[in-house]
């Protein structure tokens, strides 16, 4: 009798945190509805260096309550900064550290997200060639990941810059 209770109450606890979870992603990007919040005001001072310590604190915020999705997006916030100052040198060793993170996430296509922006900078500058090299990274990551978005993305990131250097032909291929 009172195992029985002892496990409807058990049963009951973790009803409760399920849905106490659950209820806290009311989000676009399934996160935590505070780290939602906060990666928001993130995004709006993303061209700031203020962004670089508010990525910090997101992703810190987020380990504390298990939030990995909330976690690898604040390397996009500090990938944005570093795109739009045109700083490639610190994109790039960010892009090695949201590799090593991210890579033991289920949450894949993050890295993604800031290796499209190291691949627009090159575009950006017209080094087509180095644009090229990383695509090729790019996509032989997103196989080694099985990462569907990946492999979409570096098709499409490959017809984009063939288009920019006037390859019609290539960029259709």
Request: proline share 1%.
């Amino acid at each position: 009798m009172i195992i029985s209770r002892i496990k409807y109450i058990l049963s009951l606890l973790i009803l409760c945190s399920m849905a106490a979870i659950a209820s806290a992603q009311n989000n676009a990007l399934k996160i935590n509805d505070r780290m939602f919040e906060y990666y928001n005001k993130c995004q709006r001072v993303s061209k700031q260096p203020i962004a670089l310590k508010m990525a910090d604190t997101l992703f810190n915020e987020a380990g504390k309550i298990h939030d990995t999705k909330a976690q690898c997006l604040s390397f996009f916030i500090k990938g944005s900064y570093y795109f739009n100052s045109k700083d490639i040198d610190d994109l790039r060793d960010l892009l090695g550290e949201t590799i090593k993170f991210v890579k033991k996430t289920e949450y894949p296509q993050y890295i993604f997200s800031v290796w499209n922006q190291v691949i627009n900078h090159y575009a950006n500058e017209g080094n087509y060639t180095e644009a090229l090299k990383q695509i090729d990274g790019y996509q032989k990551m997103a196989n080694e990941l099985n990462s569907v978005y990946g492999i979409g993305n570096a098709y499409s990131k490959y017809g984009d810059i063939y288009n920019l250097m006037g390859n019609d032909q290539a960029s259709i291929q």
